[in-house]
C-alpha cells in the first residue's frame, strides 16, 4: 500500500516538473519579445524623427537652391542689360566727343614730352608748378579740363621763357667722395650748369662733376660776359652728353696706366727697338753717304764697304 502511494506521488512529481519548466521557458520567452518590440518601437521612433528632420533639411535646402537660381536669373539679366547699356553709352559717348578723343591723345603725347623735357632740364628746380600740372594730364584718365589745357600751356611758355634766361640758383651737389652738400651755380637756359669750377651735370635731382672737362670751360664768374657776348667761350648744348663722350676716350697717359705691368713691358720693348732702328738708321745713311763719296773717286778707297771691296782688288793687283 505504501508502496503504490509511493509510486503515485513521484508519478505526479515527474509530470508536473515538465510543466512548470515549459512555463518558466515562455514566460522568459514572452518578456525578451517585449523588451525586443520595445527597442525596435524606439528605434523606429528615432528613424521616424531622424527622416522627419532630413526632410525638412532638404526642404531647406530646396529653397534656398530655388532662391539662389532665381538670385543667379536675375543678376545674369542685370548684367545683360547693363552691358547693353554700358555699350550704348560708350557709342553715345564717342558720337559725342568726336575729335576730343584726337585731342586728348595728342595733349597726353605733348605732355608726356614736356615731362621728361623738364624732368632733364636744369630750370626744374624753379618750375614746381609747372610739373605738377604735367603730372596731372599724363596721369589723368578723362578728357583735359580747360584748366589742365591752360596748365600745359602754361608750362610750355615757362620752358621757353627759361630758356632764353639765365639765373643763380642752389642746388644739390654731390661729391667725388659721395657727400651731399648745397652750392650756389649759375644755370644758362635749360642747357647748361655752371659752377665756380667749370660745368656740373645734372640729373634732374642731383648736380655732379663730369667725368672729364676740355681744358678751357667756362665757369659761373663769367656768366656775365658769355650773356652779353663780351666773353667768348665753348658750351655744351646737349647738356652734357658731349662732355661724358671725353671719358669714352682716354688720354695717351691714362692708356699706358691701364695697361698696367705688361703694357709697361711692351712699351719698353718698343722703345728699346725704336732706339735700335734709329741707331741703325744713322748708321745706314752714313755708310750710304761713304759709300756715294767713294762712287766719285774709287782710286782712292776709304773706309767704308765699297772702299773695303775696292781696296782688296787693289791689292790683289799688286801681288799678281
Same mark, same amino acid.
Given at each position: 500500500?505504501?508502496?503504490?502511494?509511493?509510486?503515485? /506521488?513521484?508519478?505526479?512529481?515527474?509530470?508536473?516538473?515538465?510543466?512548470? +519548466?515549459?512555463?518558466?521557458?515562455?514566460?522568459? &520567452? =514572452?518578456?525578451?519579445? #517585449? =523588451? @525586443?518590440?520595445?527597442?525596435?518601437?524606439?528605434?523606429? &521612433?528615432? *528613424?521616424? =524623427?531622424?527622416?522627419?528632420?532630413?526632410?525638412?533639411?532638404?526642404?531647406?535646402?530646396?529653397?534656398?537652391?530655388?532662391?539662389?537660381?532665381?538670385?543667379?536669373?536675375?543678376?545674369?539679366?542685370? *548684367?545683360?542689360?547693363?552691358?547693353?547699356?554700358?555699350?550704348?553709352?560708350?557709342?553715345?559717348?564717342?558720337?559725342?566727343?568726336?575729335?576730343?578723343?584726337?585731342?586728348?591723345?595728342?595733349?597726353?603725347?605733348?605732355?608726356? @614730352?614736356?615731362?621728361?623735357?623738364? $624732368?632733364?632740364?636744369?630750370?626744374?628746380?624753379? #618750375?614746381? +608748378?609747372?610739373? =605738377?600740372? %604735367?603730372?596731372?594730364?599724363?596721369?589723368?584718365?578723362?578728357?583735359?579740363? %580747360?584748366? $589742365?589745357?591752360?596748365?600745359?600751356?602754361?608750362?610750355?611758355?615757362?620752358?621757353?621763357?627759361?630758356?632764353?634766361?639765365?639765373?643763380?640758383?642752389?642746388?644739390?651737389?654731390?661729391?667725388?667722395?659721395?657727400?651731399?652738400?648745397? %652750392?650756389?651755380?649759375?644755370?644758362?637756359?635749360?642747357?647748361?650748369?655752371?659752377?665756380?669750377?667749370?660745368?656740373?651735370?645734372?640729373?634732374?635731382?642731383?648736380?655732379?662733376? *663730369? !667725368?672729364?672737362?676740355?681744358?678751357?670751360? !667756362?665757369?659761373? /664768374?663769367?656768366?656775365?660776359?658769355?650773356?652779353?657776348?663780351?666773353? /667768348?667761350?665753348? %658750351?655744351?648744348?646737349?647738356?652734357?652728353?658731349?662732355?661724358?663722350?671725353?671719358?669714352?676716350?682716354?688720354?695717351?697717359?691714362?692708356?699706358? &696706366?691701364?695697361?698696367?705691368?705688361?703694357?709697361?713691358?711692351?712699351?719698353?720693348?718698343?722703345?728699346?727697338?725704336?732706339?735700335?732702328?734709329?741707331?741703325?738708321?744713322?748708321?745706314?745713311?752714313?755708310?750710304?753717304?761713304?759709300?756715294?763719296? #767713294?762712287?766719285?773717286? !774709287?782710286?782712292?778707297?776709304?773706309?767704308? !764697304?765699297?772702299?773695303?771691296?775696292?781696296?782688296?782688288?787693289?791689292?790683289?793687283?799688286?801681288?799678281?
Amino acid at each position: 500500500m505504501r508502496n503504490s502511494v509511493f509510486l503515485a /506521488a513521484l508519478l505526479a512529481f515527474g509530470v508536473s516538473q515538465p510543466s512548470f +519548466a515549459a512555463d518558466s521557458l515562455t514566460s522568459k &520567452a =514572452q518578456t525578451a519579445q #517585449q =523588451q @525586443e518590440r520595445a527597442h525596435n518601437s524606439e528605434r523606429e &521612433a528615432k *528613424f521616424k =524623427q531622424e527622416e522627419q528632420s532630413l526632410a525638412a533639411r532638404k526642404a531647406q535646402l530646396e529653397s534656398r537652391k530655388a532662391k539662389l537660381e532665381e538670385s543667379i536669373e536675375s543678376l545674369s539679366t542685370a *548684367f545683360s542689360e547693363n552691358e547693353r547699356t554700358l555699350a550704348e553709352q560708350q557709342k553715345k559717348l564717342h558720337l559725342e566727343t568726336g575729335s576730343l578723343g584726337e585731342l586728348f591723345g595728342v595733349v597726353r603725347q605733348s605732355a608726356k @614730352e614736356l615731362q621728361v623735357e623738364l $624732368e632733364q632740364s636744369v630750370a626744374n628746380t624753379q #618750375q614746381s +608748378a609747372q610739373i =605738377q600740372a %604735367i603730372d596731372n594730364i599724363v596721369a589723368a584718365k578723362t578728357l583735359p579740363s %580747360i584748366q $589742365e589745357l591752360t596748365g600745359l600751356w602754361e608750362a610750355y611758355q615757362a620752358q621757353i621763357a627759361s630758356s632764353a634766361t639765365y639765373a643763380d640758383v642752389k642746388v644739390p651737389f654731390v661729391n667725388g667722395a659721395g657727400e651731399i652738400t648745397t %652750392i650756389n651755380a649759375t644755370r644758362l637756359g635749360n642747357f647748361a650748369l655752371l659752377a665756380k669750377h667749370g660745368p656740373i651735370d645734372w640729373n634732374g635731382k642731383l648736380a655732379s662733376d *663730369f !667725368p672729364r672737362l676740355p681744358k678751357e670751360v !667756362p665757369t659761373s /664768374a663769367e656768366t656775365a660776359g658769355i650773356v652779353t657776348g663780351q666773353t /667768348a667761350t665753348l %658750351i655744351d648744348p646737349s647738356r652734357g652728353d658731349i662732355y661724358k663722350q671725353l671719358a669714352d676716350t682716354p688720354t695717351l697717359g691714362e692708356r699706358f &696706366a691701364h695697361g698696367g705691368i705688361v703694357g709697361k713691358i711692351i712699351a719698353g720693348l718698343f722703345a728699346i727697338g725704336m732706339i735700335i732702328a734709329l741707331y741703325r738708321a744713322v748708321v745706314l745713311t752714313t755708310t750710304e753717304q761713304k759709300i756715294k763719296k #767713294q762712287l766719285k773717286t !774709287p782710286e782712292t778707297p776709304t773706309d767704308n !764697304p765699297l772702299g773695303r771691296v775696292l781696296s782688296s782688288i787693289t791689292a790683289r793687283k799688286n801681288c799678281t
